[in-house]
């Protein structure tokens, strides 16, 4: 079956030690995003590639990098983890980019100690 | 942005029970979506509904694009269903496609 696949789906990592999330996809689709969810909070966009094109959300920290090697990849670097970045990542994936439904991977939870 | 607010923020049923779970929101959209976030985190997608009805199994959902409302009916619920439920949606200029989400309502179904 078509997915959205994140790995790993738990990540502890030390603070201020870089940490990087992966996301595939076998959607072929030419959009993916990363969403950040802290506790009981909804998620938010944090940045998003229209095919090569990186979309950058105004209030995402510098802190917080993104890269797309190819279609079905998608990374998500955090170069100085705090403790406020602690939280669900999510990765989701459009076939293009307006009005198109969004599907998404089952997300990596990050533990900052 | 688009502002987007759910109701109720929690509800509390009986198995067995239906429920109505409301989404508002301010502005047009091209985009409108329900999701199930389940016990592990992982969002479930529901409905693909912008505007109409449509019905999966219990579940159905309706948009009245128009008015800027759209609601999503559980019946007969069983505990499966218990979670949290976002609505989100992408505002009618949006080019990019970025969802809004509103906070969810956080539905409990005992036995």
């Known amino acids: 079956d078509a997915m959205v696949i994140q790995n790993p789906r738990y990540q502890v990592t030390q603070f201020g030690k870089p940490v990087t999330l992966s996301c595939s996809q076998t959607?072929?689709?030419?959009?993916m995003y990363w969403y950040q969810q802290k506790s009981s909070q909804a998620p938010k966009l944090l940045f998003h590639y229209y095919d090569k094109d990186f979309n950058n959300e105004a209030d995402t920290p510098d802190n917080f990098q993104s890269r797309r090697p190819n279609t079905s990849f998608c990374f998500l670097d955090i170069r100085s983890p705090g403790l406020g970045d602690a939280a669900m990542y999510l990765c989701?994936?459009?076939?293009?980019?307006?009005?198109?439904?969004?599907?998404f991977g089952p997300g990596t939870r990050l533990t900052v100690t | 942005g688009i502002q987007v607010e759910q109701s109720p923020p929690d509800l509390i049923l009986q198995e067995g029970a239906n429920s109505t779970l409301r989404c508002n929101f301010s502005?047009?959209?091209?985009?409108l979506q329900w999701f199930h976030q389940n016990p592990w985190g992982q969002l479930i997608n529901l409905f693909y509904?912008?505007?109409g009805t449509k019905q999966n199994g219990r579940l159905s959902a309706t948009t009245v694009a128009t008015e800027r409302y759209s609601l999503l009916y559980i019946s007969s619920s069983q505990t499966t269903d218990s979670g949290v439920y976002f609505c989100a949606v992408e505002a009618g200029g949006s080019t990019l496609g970025r969802l809004y989400f509103g906070r969810g309502t956080q539905l409990t179904v005992w036995p």
């Open positions: 959607l072929n689709h030419n959009v």
């Open positions: 509904i912008p505007s």
């Open positions: 989701a994936t459009s076939r293009d980019g307006r009005g198109y439904e969004q599907y």
């Open positions: 502005d047009s959209v091209n985009n």
